[in-house]
Structures are given as C-alpha cells and as structure tokens.
C-alpha cells in the first residue's frame, strides 16, 4: 500500500524568508503524480504545486518549488519570500496513474506553517 | 465559474442519528470523489465515482456509509446510525475526466459532529 509521511507536524518562517517542507513516500509503483496542497482555516484545499513521476526536472510555481528524489522517495516544497497569506495546512499527496487512469490522493498527515511578520 | 459546493456547511446530529451530506460537482466533471479529514485520521479517501462506472467504494469505513450520484452530477453521501468516531470533516471533489491527469477540485467540506 501506498503512504505518505510528513515529519513535520509544525513549522515557521519569518516573512520574505525561505521554508522547506519534507515529505516522503513509499510506493512500487512507477507511474504516479505527487502534490501540495494549500488548506487555509477556510478549509478550502488549494492545490500548490503538482510533479510527474516519470518527469526529472522539479515543479516551480512562482515562489513555489519543489525537489523531487525518486530514488529516495522524496518530496519537500520550498516555499521563496514567504508572504502572511502563506500560513496554512500543508499536505503532501499522492495519486497513482495506472491504465490510463488516475487513482484517489492519498494524503499525509499534514505541517502547520506559521509566517512570523 | 461555479465551484465545488457543498451542503450542509456544519452539521451537528445524535449518536444513532443518519445524515446526508450533499455534494455538487463543477459543471462537467465527470469524476467525483469523497474524502474525510479527522484529527486523529488525517484526510482518508472514502468513495469515487467515474462517469457511469461502478463507484470505486474501497475506501469506506463501514456499511453504515453510503453514497449515490444521481444522473452524473450531485452526490449524497449517507451515515446511518451515526457514532461520535464519525465526527470529522467530509470533502467533495471533482475532476473534468479520468483519461489524463486532471487536476482535484475541493469543495468546502462540510463539519459533521455526532454528540
């Protein structure tokens, strides 16, 4: 079965300074997707950044990026100039891609991150 | 354009109590998803529905849940005989079609506490 472990129950940055979130992975599999997903207070999951397995260059979204190691079953999101709307829920996540078709996410268990002014 | 709803927004019921909760896609979706965030639990997946596929239901808990949808779009998930281990946020999600990847979209949540 497929899991997904995030160490980091909490975290905090300083405005305009840079975070990294960990997260890693167990899984046979070889074709799967792997996300970060934002959930402010309002509950409202908001998908951040998305990275293919087969790809080998990591995901960037604006101030968002992260370092992908198959090999190691990782996945941390660096967060840039981190900015007060940034404090959420952070939740790492996995889907497998398999026939053509994607699975259900399956989530790890979630980093608070705090953003100090 | 619209996104995912869903009704109630909180819900508070007795232990032994059924209740349904109510899920609307984004117009056109034709994947949905049911998932359940509880404190002690995190976010599990629950149930998914694929156009007029039969519903992937694996990751229900127990017989006491259940879910239809009804003509491709709105979905209602049912607890009979709710207990106070129920208590959790349910999410709805949908995507456009299962053929390539496509992105979640979560509507948000409804808050369902068993006394």
């Known amino acids: 079965a497929q899991t997904v472990t995030q160490s980091q129950p909490e975290m905090s940055v300083q405005e305009a300074e840079t975070v990294t979130l960990s997260c890693t992975y167990d899984t046979s599999e070889s074709d799967y997707y792997l996300f970060w997903y934002k959930q402010p207070p309002s509950r409202q999951m908001i998908l951040v950044i998305r990275q293919e397995a087969y790809k080998q260059q990591n995901a960037t979204e604006n101030r968002f990026s992260v370092n992908f190691q198959k090999a190691a079953k990782s996945f941390s999101l660096k967060i840039s100039d981190s900015q007060l709307g940034d404090a959420a829920m952070y939740f790492c996540a996995y889907c497998l891609w398999y026939g053509g078709s994607q699975g259900n996410l399956i989530f790890g268990k979630g980093t608070k991150l705090s953003v100090k002014p | 354009g619209a996104g995912v709803s869903q009704s109630p927004s909180n819900k508070v019921t007795e232990k032994g109590k059924d ?28 149930i998914y529905f694929q156009g ?51 992105e979640q979209f979560f509507g948000p949540g409804t808050r369902l506490t068993v006394l």
Not at chain 2, 20 to 26: G, K, V
Not at chain 2, 60 to 86: K, N
């Open chain 2, 19 to 46: 209740v349904e909760l109510r899920c609307d896609p984004i117009s056109g979706h034709t994947a949905l998803y049911w998932y359940r965030q509880s404190l002690g639990q995190g976010l599990e997946f629950l």
């Open chain 2, 52 to 102: 007029n596929s039969a519903p992937d239901k694996s990751g229900l808990p127990s017989d006491r849940f259940s879910a239809e949808r009804t003509g491709g779009s709105v979905s209602t998930l049912t607890i009979q005989r709710t207990q106070q281990e129920d208590s959790a946020v349910y999410l709805c999600a949908s995507s456009p079609r299962d053929t390539s990847y496509n």
